[in-house]
């Protein structure tokens, strides 16, 4: 083999030309690679980009080009370090023939016959060396080029095929066209015979077509019956038998004969021509030989074949189209052709059937005639499952055709070609061509773009109704089909002169035809267009059929973007689909049904009713109240007195709810996450949220739909019906069907209309009048089912007086009547009615006699158990009461204060504390003014009767009478209770929360001690949602708002006693009328606004008292002498001192910690305690550790303790904290420290002070000198602190936090200078440096063989697969110098190690002597800096590889001698592979991500026993190939694993 032979493997894989190296005279055709690693020669690249991009020719994968073009892309140095070694070769060889030619022509007289013979046997030795060096340099070129031979054997393998076919069709064109028109036939007749040529590989397309057709049939039944499995409900739209059929089949291998392959069909055309005179004889012919099997050596020569011309057994061909024909004797023989054309395959048309598969059908396989019709192309091997589509063009939502993303490559290349068959000659039609109908042909679009379309219907000159053929000059217009995207297009056939030519001219620029040939190859395309109809849609009008309002949606709705296809059946020649469009929103993943959305925008409707799998979501109906019990509603809608709803006024879970859905709803719309909860298609009786008119969400459930994109619905907690949009529709969250629907259906008992059938409108609007929005007392007189009203009476709520039956209203206005067997009672004797508990103290009797007005609030003797309504709350220390006993006071002083709006209005001057009359809301009340802004025309009015202050104008107030000045509303605060955590006043949370559950509110209140002091100190009872009465004060305990006052047990027990003895609202009151007791609470909720915690009523109360204990301080901690010590600041204290520990004490703190943990297994029982009388303690921290603490201060719930072995003081909970001491015979670990002879700015410690402290001391050890110990062994040591030499009071003096105290003298042989200006530069440096280090020099290299040459190798540190650290055996194990080897040598200055020098220099690269694991120092080069506190220097071990972070305590001064010994580790790349581009391994190199543990572990395994080492390359950095014993490359295992890929 020469050299030109081992240079085929490094040609480029597009051209098949060997790449070249520059030279003095020429460029060079250098090797670049691309971003899928493919490489390519310069020249094609040149030629193949555009627009700086290229597409790969194999991949197909997109690179851009940099800035520098085709020539910035990366040459690939693999291939140049084999050219270049070839050619460096290649020299050696000539010069070694030109000396040896020297040789033999030069005389040898001197030297005798005898000695010649002697010497030619040492010569033919020294010649055989060198041919077998040479030999086994272009064994291992050979070597290296076999892996670019054996990728491209498997491409052309691949094309060989489509080469072959494409070879055969272009030389049958070229020699029909070389013939011009006149074998026009005879081109067609044998273009249509090229069948033949497919029956003679009958046998491998048979084949073929059984494997694919099998997996296929596997794959789709495999998809199936996974979708089967996971979803059960889609058995019924397969056929499950036939699945199990197709997956139980077996596979006989034994049936498919793989070795039978032809690659040759021996089909060739001849084309001939004579001239004589002026006449041209032509001669065509087709040959055929008998085919023949290839040989596993033909098929590898005619695959690795650079050009196709050479696998032609012809001698000639024409260059091209244009070209002239050759010419022949007339003694040629006929048989002998001057072109012979290889035969053109075309697959599809089989002679033997298939073997028979097992069935699929068409729920398995909807593409199945796509793929038959696409023979062996496999990306089409599309599963039964949601596919992406394109509508390229719509008729109706019935008929529409779809396109598949997929297939846009294919496209294109249709198109291409398409567009290249438009170009012939051929292709154009001619006065004698005629147009038939069904018949393929080429039609112009509206876009300019050339399709095949399908002739529908062909209308002659002359002639109305459509004929099967026609002439070209004859043709009057045509009806196309566009296969490619399902348009029906027709086109007019009229020249612009009116002439034949002008009509043949005008027919070519819109139609072309398609000849058998052009046919065939287009046969491989199946129609891009698929027919599909939206399953189980008809037209809403089926009398009408689809409107075109109906395409007009289908087209919005789908537009021109990618949607999602997923097939539900076939019909006939139709594809029963379902389209989804991808939401809007990118965030939200819930695509939007096409047929669904006609259906509810009312252009479409399903065939058959959607049955829906499960019933929808319904909310809790409502509690209906029980029978003869009052309670207080409000009437939330009315239709009439039979039909209208209520809301009992029953707890705030409600308004709660309410607030919850307007913040969710309206967030959502705020976010855009508003999308995800639409409702598209609503059901009736479907859950949901709509918008009502005052722009608010509200629960509803759908209950109608009226038409035109709207539906009607009930909100389910008013009861009132409504017709709204779809887009104010939401989908309700499964939270908000926690609590039932508010609504109640009633209707009033006992009466009936006056006609006895129809309620009057007259009648509706009085009872409107009457009940809707107000409070009303409710009492159920029957029990019904839930679907009907619940019957109930209906009483106006009044301040005073008896209630009022509503019904008994509507009767005595003539609007309604009593049902038959009720009367009205009479006259003269009025209906009796319990007084209400409200009214009880001022009725007294039935006479309703008049009680006298008193403008002023007096209290009765009476102070316990008032029942009174909550009207103003600032804190529980400051609210305002009515009392319910003077509601008809108050009802008579608005009455009175009303008429001072006759007054005129008087420009006054008001001033503070003086009373007057306020319109506030429109109504006058009494008020009292507490500013006046003269300015702007307003005052600060408090409402003396409600305790609140309102802003209002001065137009606003009237002077008040100094009759009516007083007020009814009591100013109260609670007692028995104070702020939570130590707070002196109440928290805003505590005011808030009181203000919401008590405005408003009905309450039961006992007066501790009337006094003429405001506010006068009470309790207060307010009923909870189960009618139990809760106190105020526990509820504010409870909540962790408040703490109960301590008072002395036996004051405690004793007014406890007193209390429950006279108290009413522990009391019940028995009712036994039917001889049964029954509890009724003696204070009924009139208006329950608040939601406490039941709290019954508990027996005498028993007050445990504090347990007294004590505890002492823990031992004092062990102070240091005067004097140096390192100590380590644990703490820093917000007065500045420091808290300090020494390194005895930490290691000391380990085994406390230990000892406390097992000594503290459980918790104590947790009691109440006199905190006053305990100094150490035991606590819980923060990581749920036991630690020793010192108690300093009790705060509330809280207290402030320090631990006393860090000295870090916290704020933590009573209940983390115990009053016993832990390890008492240990003494306190850290102590504290004051700075010395310096003062803080301001008498102490500020906080940026502080804060500087704690960033420079914290966690960090420092040089400390103690300077006095204190008298009191807990007191702080007095100290000077040193940081890295720097004193602390000079930082702190330089950031102005302090100043030296100059009377303070400084210790003794410690005495400082004071600090220099820093604008005197008179620094004397004479003396300060040191004898300077010797710079030693760099590192030597061992001497490596030429490139090319192997050489023995032994692997020392792998880093990575393809960087490593190795060391060559031969030439530098044995150096020696000053007669010792590098071992000895080390071996010497190890055994002398305390001699050796620190090191102070820590440049980067440079040597020293590093310390190993093993205790030993080994030669090491400094590589950076890995850690500051402690510095830690990585250094690098120079004969190992090996790298280690160490500190500057273990490296050494390297002696200068040791730099004479050359490296015994040689950092290199290993040539040929490299990392994954994409890698699936989970377990991947943290310091390099590129390379998975797996591949890491597995080269190591390869590189044991003899390896064998070439260099490749030195710059820029040493490159090598890596062979093991069989002399194969070591990473070929791992590129087969796939654990690596070739360069």
């Given at each position: 083999m020469d050299s030109g032979d081992s240079l085929r493997g490094?040609?480029?894989?597009?051209?098949?030309?060997?790449?070249?190296?520059?030279?003095?005279?020429?460029?060079?055709?250098?090797?670049?690679?691309?971003?899928?690693?493919?490489?390519?020669?310069?020249?094609?690249?040149?030629?193949?980009?555009?627009?700086?991009?290229?597409?790969?020719?194999?991949?197909?994968?997109?690179?851009?080009?940099?800035?520098?073009?085709?020539?910035?892309?990366?040459?690939?140095?693999?291939?140049?370090?084999?050219?270049?070694?070839?050619?460096?070769?290649?020299?050696?060889?000539?010069?070694?023939?030109?000396?040896?030619?020297?040789?033999?022509?030069?005389?040898?007289?001197?030297?005798?016959?005898?000695?010649?013979?002697?010497?030619?046997?040492?010569?033919?030795?020294?010649?055989?060396?060198?041919?077998?060096?040479?030999?086994?340099?272009?064994?291992?070129?050979?070597?290296?080029?076999?892996?670019?031979?054996?990728?491209?054997?498997?491409?052309?393998?691949?094309?060989?095929?489509k080469r072959?076919?494409?070879?055969?069709?272009?030389?049958?064109?070229?020699?029909?066209?070389?013939?011009?028109?006149?074998?026009?036939?005879?081109?067609?007749?044998q273009l249509s015979q090229l069948t033949a040529a497919e029956a003679r590989f009958s046998s491998s397309l048979a084949q073929w077509s059984r494997v694919q057709k099998r997996r296929k049939a596997l794959e789709i039944a495999m998809q199936m019956a996974r979708e089967v499995q996971r979803v059960p409900s889609l058995e019924q739209y397969c056929s499950l038998d036939k699945v199990l059929e197709t997956l139980q089949a077996p596979v006989d291998k034994q049936s498919y004969n793989i070795e039978g392959i032809t690659m040759d069909s021996e089909m060739s055309c001849v084309f001939q021509s004579e001239c004589l005179n002026q006449s041209l004889a032509l001669s065509l012919k087709m040959e055929v030989g008998v085919p023949k099997q290839q040989s596993a050596k033909e098929r590898i020569r005619n695959s690795f074949s650079p050009k196709p011309e050479q696998q032609s057994p012809a001698a000639s061909r024409p260059s091209s189209r244009g070209s002239s024909p050759r010419h022949r004797s007339a003694t040629s023989e006929p048989e002998s052709p001057d072109v012979i054309v290889e035969e053109l395959l075309i697959e599809g048309q089989e002679k033997d059937p298939p073997a028979a598969v097992p069935p699929t059908g068409p729920e398995l396989a909807n593409d199945n005639g796509r793929i038959h019709s696409r023979r062996n192309q496999s990306f089409v091997n599309k599963k039964n499952v949601t596919q992406w589509v394109v509508v390229s063009h719509v008729v109706n939502p019935s008929n529409f055709y779809v396109r598949y993303v997929a297939e846009k490559r294919e496209s294109e290349i249709l198109s291409k070609k398409i567009k290249h068959f438009c170009y012939r000659d051929s292709c154009c039609f001619t006065s004698r061509d005629t147009v038939e109908t069904g018949s393929l042909i080429f039609v112009k679009s509206e876009e300019g773009v050339w399709c095949r379309a399908n002739l529908v219907e062909v209308f002659q000159i002359g002639c109305v109704e459509a004929v099967k053929t026609c002439q070209v000059s004859q043709l009057a217009r045509v009806l196309v089909f566009l296969l490619d995207s399902g348009l029906g297009q027709s086109l007019v056939i009229q020249g612009e002169e009116g002439t034949p030519e002008s009509a043949l001219k005008a027919m070519n620029g819109q139609l072309r035809k398609v000849g058998k040939g052009v046919k065939v190859e287009l046969d491989y395309f199946a129609p891009q267009a698929i027919r599909c109809s939206l399953k189980d849609l008809v037209p809403y009008d089926l009398t009408k059929g689809w409107s075109k309002e109906a395409q007009l949606e289908f087209v919005g709705v789908v537009g021109s973007a990618a949607v999602e296809m997923r097939p539900l059946g076939r019909d006939r020649d139709s594809l029963l689909v379902d389209l989804r469009k991808a939401p809007m929103d990118q965030a939200s993943d819930v695509p939007v049904s096409v047929r669904e959305y006609l259906v509810f925008?009312?252009?479409?409707?399903?065939?058959?009713?959607?049955?829906?799998?499960?019933?929808?979501l319904l909310y809790y109906s409502a509690q209906y109240p029980k029978i003869s019990m009052e309670l207080n509603a409000v009437v939330s809608h009315i239709h009439s007195p039979a039909d209208f709803y209520i809301q009992l006024v029953d707890n705030m879970e409600f308004v709660l709810l309410s607030a919850k859905i307007q913040d969710c709803y309206n967030a959502t719309r705020m976010t855009g996450e508003d999308d995800d909860l639409r409702i598209y298609c609503p059901v009736i009786e479907q859950a949901c949220v709509a918008l009502?008119?005052?722009?608010?969400?509200?629960?509803?459930?759908?209950?109608?739909?009226?038409?035109?994109?709207?539906?009607?619905?009930?909100?389910?907690?008013?009861?009132?019906?409504?017709?709204?949009?779809?887009?104010?529709?939401?989908?309700?969250?499964?939270?908000?069907?926690?609590?039932?629907?508010?609504?109640?259906?009633?209707?009033?008992?006992?009466?009936?209309?006056?006609?006895?059938?129809?309620?009057?409108?007259?009648?509706?609007?009085?009872?409107?009048?009457?009940?809707?929005?107000?409070?009303?007392?409710?009492?159920?007189?029957?029990?019904?089912?839930?679907?009907?009203?619940?019957?109930?009476?209906?009483?106006?709520?009044?301040?005073?007086?008896?209630?009022?039956?509503?019904?008994?209203?509507?009767?005595?206005?003539?609007?309604?009547?009593?049902?038959?067997?009720?009367?009205?009672?009479?006259?003269?004797?009025?209906?009796?009615?319990?007084?209400?508990?409200?009214?009880?103290?001022?009725?007294?009797?039935?006479?309703?006699?008049?009680?006298?007005?008193?403008?002023?609030?007096?209290?009765?003797?009476?102070?316990?158990?008032?029942?009174?309504?909550?009207?103003?709350?600032?804190?529980?220390?400051?609210?305002?009461?009515?009392?319910?006993?003077?509601?008809?006071?108050?009802?008579?002083?608005?009455?009175?204060?009303?008429?001072?709006?006759?007054?005129?209005?008087?420009?006054?001057?008001?001033?503070?504390?003086?009373?007057?009359?306020?319109?506030?809301?429109?109504?006058?009340?009494?008020?009292?003014v507490v500013s006046h802004d003269s300015s702007r025309d307003f005052a600060q009015v408090m409402r003396c009767d409600h305790g609140n202050e309102v802003k209002l104008h001065v137009s606003d107030l009237r002077p008040l009478l100094s009759s009516l000045t007083g007020s009814l509303a009591l100013e109260c605060t609670l007692t028995d209770i104070r702020p939570a955590g130590g707070r002196p006043t109440w928290s805003a949370t505590a005011c808030d929360l009181i203000s919401f559950y008590l405005t408003g509110a009905s309450a039961v209140l006992t007066i501790k001690e009337l006094t003429d002091e405001r506010p006068v100190p009470v309790t207060l009872f307010c009923s909870n949602q189960m009618g139990k009465f809760v106190s105020i004060a526990d509820f504010l305990a409870s909540e962790g708002l408040g703490l109960r006052e301590?008072?002395?047990?036996?004051?405690?027990?004793?007014?406890?006693?007193?209390?429950?003895?006279?108290?009413?609202?522990?009391?019940?009151?028995?009712?036994?009328?039917?001889?049964?007791?029954?509890?009724?609470?003696?204070?009924?909720?009139?208006?329950?606004?608040?939601?406490?915690?039941?709290?019954?009523?508990?027996?005498?109360?028993?007050?445990?008292?504090?347990?007294?204990?004590?505890?002492?301080?823990?031992?004092?901690?062990?102070?240091?002498?005067?004097?140096?010590?390192?100590?380590?600041?644990?703490?820093?204290?917000?007065?500045?001192?420091?808290?300090?520990?020494?390194?005895?004490?930490?290691?000391?703190?380990?085994?406390?910690?230990?000892?406390?943990?097992?000594?503290?297994?459980?918790?104590?029982?947790?009691?109440?305690?006199?905190?006053?009388?305990?100094?150490?303690?035991?606590?819980?921290?923060?990581?749920?550790?036991?630690?020793?603490?010192?108690?300093?201060?009790?705060?509330?719930?809280?207290?402030?303790?320090?631990?006393?072995?860090?000295?870090?003081?916290?704020?933590?909970?009573?209940?983390?904290?115990?009053?016993?001491?832990?390890?008492?015979?240990?003494?306190?670990?850290?102590?504290?420290?004051?700075?010395?002879?310096?003062?803080?700015?301001?008498?102490?410690?500020?906080?940026?002070?502080?804060?500087?402290?704690?960033?420079?001391?914290?966690?960090?050890?420092?040089?400390?000198?103690?300077?006095?110990?204190?008298?009191?062994?807990?007191?702080?040591?007095?100290?000077?602190?040193?940081?890295d030499g720097l004193s602390l009071n000079r930082i702190l003096?330089?950031?102005?936090?302090?100043?030296?105290?100059?009377?303070?003298?400084?210790?003794?042989?410690?005495?400082?200078?004071?600090?220099?200006?820093?604008?005197?530069?008179?620094?004397?440096?004479?003396?300060?440096?040191?004898?300077?280090?010797?710079?030693?020099?760099?590192?030597?290299?061992?001497?490596?063989?030429?490139?090319?040459?192997?050489?023995?190798?032994?692997?020392?540190?792998?880093?990575?697969?393809?960087?490593?650290?190795?060391?060559?055996?031969e030439g530098a194990a044995d150096v020696e110098v000053d007669g010792e080897t590098l071992d000895e040598a080390l071996t010497r200055i190890n055994a002398d190690i305390g001699a050796a020098e620190h090191l102070a220099?820590?440049?980067?690269?440079?040597?020293?002597?590093?310390?190993?694991?093993?205790?030993?120092?080994?030669?090491?080069?400094?590589?950076?800096?890995?850690?500051?506190?402690?510095?830690?220097?990585?250094?690098?071990?120079?004969?190992?590889?090996?790298?280690?972070?160490?500190?500057?305590?273990?490296?050494?001064?390297?002696?200068?001698?040791?730099?004479?010994?050359?490296?015994?580790?040689?950092?290199?790349?290993?040539?040929?592979?490299?990392?994954?581009?994409?890698?699936?391994?989970?377990?991947?190199?943290?310091?390099?991500?590129?390379?998975?543990?797996?591949?890491?572990?597995?080269?190591?395994?390869?590189?044991?026993?003899?390896?064998?080492?070439?260099?490749?390359?030195?710059?820029?950095?040493?490159?090598?190939?890596?062979?093991?014993?069989?002399?194969?490359?070591?990473?070929?295992?791992?590129?087969?694993?796939?654990?690596?890929?070739?360069?």
């Open positions: 490094v040609a480029c894989q597009l051209c098949w030309e060997a790449f070249s190296l520059p030279e003095d005279d020429l460029d060079g055709n250098l090797p670049r690679m691309l971003l899928c690693a493919h490489v390519y020669c310069t020249t094609c690249l040149l030629s193949i980009h555009c627009a700086g991009v290229i597409r790969c020719p194999q991949c197909e994968v997109v690179s851009t080009l940099p800035e520098g073009g085709v020539f910035g892309l990366q040459e690939d140095s693999r291939i140049i370090g084999l050219i270049y070694t070839s050619k460096m070769n290649k020299m050696k060889r000539c010069d070694r023939a030109r000396t040896a030619n020297k040789h033999q022509l030069s005389p040898s007289t001197d030297i005798n016959d005898n000695t010649e013979d002697v010497e030619q046997p040492a010569d033919m030795n020294q010649d055989k060396k060198k041919k077998l060096a040479e030999a086994l340099t272009r064994a291992a070129e050979n070597l290296a080029a076999l892996p670019n031979i054996h990728e491209a054997l498997t491409v052309r393998r691949a094309e060989q095929l072959e076919r494409a070879r055969l069709e272009l030389e049958i064109t070229q020699a029909a066209d070389e013939a011009l028109h006149a074998v026009q036939k005879w081109k067609d007749v925008i009312e252009v479409a409707r399903f065939y058959s009713p959607v049955k829906l799998g499960r019933r929808p009502y008119e005052d722009k608010l969400w509200y629960r509803a459930q759908v209950i109608g739909h009226p038409g035109g994109r709207k539906v009607e619905v009930q909100y389910v907690d008013f009861g009132n019906k409504t017709i709204v949009s779809v887009s104010d529709l939401r989908k309700i969250k499964d939270e908000f069907f926690a609590i039932p629907s508010r609504a109640i259906h009633c209707c009033l008992s006992d009466v009936v209309p006056l006609d006895g059938d129809t309620w009057s409108d007259a009648c509706s609007n009085r009872f409107i009048s009457l009940a809707h929005q107000k409070l009303v007392t409710i009492m159920a007189t029957e029990k019904v089912p839930k679907t009907e009203p619940l019957p109930i009476k209906l009483f106006e709520s009044g301040l005073n007086g008896p209630l009022d039956n509503i019904a008994e209203l509507l009767v005595n206005e003539q609007l309604a009547s009593f049902k038959q067997g009720l009367e009205s009672p009479a006259a003269g004797e009025p209906a009796v009615w319990d007084a209400p508990l409200e009214l009880a103290v001022t009725t007294e009797g039935v006479a309703g006699e008049p009680v006298d007005f008193l403008p002023q609030l007096k209290l009765l003797d009476e102070l316990k158990d008032l029942k009174v309504r909550v009207s103003h709350v600032n804190s529980p220390s400051s609210f305002y009461v009515q009392f319910v006993q003077f509601n008809a006071q108050l009802k008579r002083m608005c009455e009175l204060v009303k008429e001072c709006e006759l007054l005129e209005h008087q420009d006054l001057v008001w001033k503070a504390d003086q009373y007057c009359a306020a319109k506030v809301n429109g109504v006058w009340e009494r008020g009292r301590r008072k002395p047990r036996d004051a405690d027990v004793n007014k406890s006693k007193e209390t429950d003895a006279q108290s009413p609202v522990s009391e019940t009151q028995t009712d036994c009328s039917d001889g049964d007791k029954r509890q009724v609470p003696t204070v009924p909720c009139v208006l329950p606004r608040i939601s406490l915690v039941s709290c019954p009523k508990p027996a005498p109360r028993t007050i445990t008292s504090a347990e007294k204990v004590k505890t002492g301080l823990y031992r004092p901690p062990e102070l240091p002498g005067l004097g140096p010590v390192e100590m380590r600041v644990s703490a820093i204290g917000e007065d500045g001192v420091i808290y300090t520990t020494t390194q005895n004490a930490e290691c000391q703190l380990e085994r406390l910690r230990e000892r406390i943990q097992q000594s503290m297994k459980t918790l104590p029982r947790q009691k109440p305690y006199t905190w006053k009388t305990v100094q150490g303690c035991a606590v819980i921290g923060p990581d749920m550790l036991w630690y020793r603490g010192q108690l300093l201060e009790v705060l509330g719930g809280h207290v402030k303790v320090q631990y006393v072995d860090s000295g870090l003081v916290e704020n933590i909970p009573v209940v983390h904290v115990y009053p016993v001491l832990l390890c008492d015979d240990i003494p306190q670990l850290c102590m504290s420290c004051q700075l010395h002879s310096i003062n803080p700015v301001g008498g102490q410690w500020q906080r940026d002070a502080v804060a500087l402290m704690r960033k420079l001391l914290l966690n960090r050890r420092v040089d400390m000198n103690v300077t006095e110990l204190p008298a009191d062994p807990r007191g702080p040591l007095t100290v000077e602190l040193f940081l003096t330089h950031h102005e936090h302090a100043s030296m105290d100059r009377t303070v003298s400084p210790p003794k042989g410690h005495s400082e200078s004071p600090p220099a200006l820093l604008n005197k530069w008179d620094i004397d440096i004479q003396g300060l440096r040191g004898p300077e280090e010797p710079m030693l020099g760099p590192f030597i290299y061992p001497n490596l063989p030429q490139e090319g040459e192997p050489f023995q190798v032994k692997v020392k540190h792998l880093r990575t697969p393809n960087e490593l650290f190795l060391w060559p055996l220099d820590f440049h980067l690269g440079g040597p020293c002597l590093a310390e190993y694991s093993d205790g030993k120092f080994y030669r090491a080069q400094i590589n950076k800096f890995s850690g500051v506190e402690p510095v830690r220097v990585l250094v690098q071990h120079v004969d190992f590889g090996s790298e280690d972070p160490l500190p500057t305590s273990r490296l050494r001064r390297m002696p200068a001698e040791l730099l004479r010994f050359p490296l015994q580790a040689l950092k290199v790349r290993v040539a040929g592979f490299k990392a994954p581009s994409g890698s699936g391994q989970e377990d991947m190199l943290s310091y390099s991500p590129a390379w998975s543990l797996k591949a890491t572990m597995d080269m190591l395994d390869m590189l044991h026993g003899d390896i064998t080492a070439s260099i490749v390359a030195r710059e820029p950095e040493l490159t090598v190939l890596l062979y093991n014993e069989a002399g194969e490359l070591v990473h070929l295992p791992l590129v087969s694993s796939g654990l690596a890929e070739l360069e």
